[in-house]
């Protein structure tokens, strides 16, 4: 038994590929589950880090458990598995996935942990993975947790989800320790939209916030934006009860409220007008500009999106993006 007062399977080995911050904090909390954790960092610097016991470059600050096995040989860390965690960028997982293909053990559960659409060709990631591994069942991993919260042990909720529900639930039991709690779901699409949208309208958020244009408009924004993510979740088929739960709202209100958030920070630099270059990864980046191509070409009404995407490829300003939202035909509020 866990101290999560649930039984817990026996431990399994699991791969964990990407050195990152989320990589690094998932492989301590499947170390704090019970598992044998083997993690690929393709930097081999990131791997002797981490035999030091840290991950300056993505964890600053954060002392790593020991236990955990990182190599930056991709076929070590995926030989024998019983699992593997997918953690790198979602723009690069088909690059990751493809390098990863000639290893990958047969059968065994691909966890997606990276929040995002794939810029060039609109795919989620659960597509991505079907493609190239096409033999492996996919599961998805989200909600409202960052990386140094979950790598300091604090407590987080998150939701496993895969098509197959027995699996959601296993995985879900599997990944469960005593500061995270798993819930599990069968709507594999609604928690990828919502990890993956949920980025876009973070962005929007620091953005409102660096230009100083108020509490209330940042309220409307994250509300509306709620709309607009909602429907086009209804597009891919996402259930709605999934994005008004821990990889929808949930992760809004983590990420649509603190600086402590990538993609929050970015569009606060936005909004004061400070250099975007060399801030960390914002996967709402490229998530907005597939955002609002995936919504003009399916003709879904999607103004912020649509607005944040031109903010961030230079078309318009943020002042503009303002007036023309405030300036848009009245309507029924819940004409979603
Ligand atoms: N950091 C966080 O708090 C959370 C992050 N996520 C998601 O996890 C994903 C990864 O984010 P982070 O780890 O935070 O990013 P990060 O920027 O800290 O690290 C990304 C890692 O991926 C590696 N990488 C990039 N391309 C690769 C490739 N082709 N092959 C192998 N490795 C590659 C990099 O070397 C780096 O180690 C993102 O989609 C993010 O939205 C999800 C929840 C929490
Ligand atoms: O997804 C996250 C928390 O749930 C992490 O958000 P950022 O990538 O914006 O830091």
Known sequence: MSGSGHKVPSGWRIAVLGGGAWGTALALAMLRAGHFVRLYARDPETVTAIDRGENPRYLPGIALQAGIVATSDIGAALDGADCVLAVAPAQSLRAMLA?????????????????????????????????????NPVAALSGPSFATDVARGLPTAVVVAAGNEGLAADLAARFSAQNLRCYSSDDLIGVEIGGALKNVFAIAAGAVTGAELGASAQAAMVTRGFVELRRIGAAFGARPETLMGLSGLG??????????????????????????AGLPLAEGVPTAAIAARIASERNIDAPIITAVAAILDGTITIRQAVSALMTRPLKTETDV
């Open 251 to 276: 992760d809004l209100l983590l990420t649509c409220s603190s600086a402590q958030s990538r993609n929050f920070a970015y569009g606060l630099a936005l909004g004061q007008g400070k250099p975007l």
């Open 99 to 135: 390098t990863a293909k000639a290893h990958f053990p047969k059968d065994v559960p691909l966890v997606l942990c990276a929040k995002g659409i794939e810029r060039d060709t609109g795919a989620l990631l659960s597509a991505i993975a079907g493609e190239i591994l096409p033999e």
